[in-house]
Nanobody, 122 residues
Framework: VQLQASGGGLVQAGDSLRLSCAAG???????MGWFRQAPGKERDFVAG????????LYSDSVKGRFTISRDRAKNTVFLLMNSLKPEDTAVYYC?????????????????WGQGTLVTVSS
């Protein structure tokens, strides 16, 4: 599955940003996820959503600030990021899961987009 992430940019602490991930083919039956990788660090799970949007999963570091959603008809997944902090600075990647339920494990996601850079200044 070809995935195209967009929406990254340079913002100030406290600002909001919405990332989008468009799939090249239907992913309506797949869970989707967002991961991020800061310089020199591992790629970490951020959020995941089930095939129908009924189940969402968040890392503790973003819970209450980020919201994942999807438009199944448009094969697009979104990540709304509020109250951004400098430690949110990273390249954000979207991924399509093998199954229909989200997981925080990278190994559950065989398809990855190219990433979009989010920089939060203090």
């Amino acid at each position: 599955v070809q995935l195209q992430a967009s929406g990254g940019g340079l913002v100030q602490a406290g600002d909001s940003l919405r990332l989008s991930c468009a799939a090249g083919r239907t992913v309506s039956n797949n869970a989707m996820g967002w991961f991020r990788q800061a310089p020199g660090k591992e790629r970490d799970f951020v959020a995941g959503i089930s095939w129908n949007g009924g189940i969402t999963l968040y890392s503790d570091s973003v819970k209450g600030r980020f919201t994942i959603s999807r438009d199944r008809a448009k094969n697009t997944v979104f990540l709304l990021m509020n109250s951004l902090k400098p430690e949110d600075t990273a390249v954000y990647y979207c991924a399509a899961a093998r199954g229909s339920v989200p997981s925080s494990s990278r190994s559950s996601y065989p398809s990855w987009g190219q990433g979009t850079l989010v920089t939060v200044s203090s």
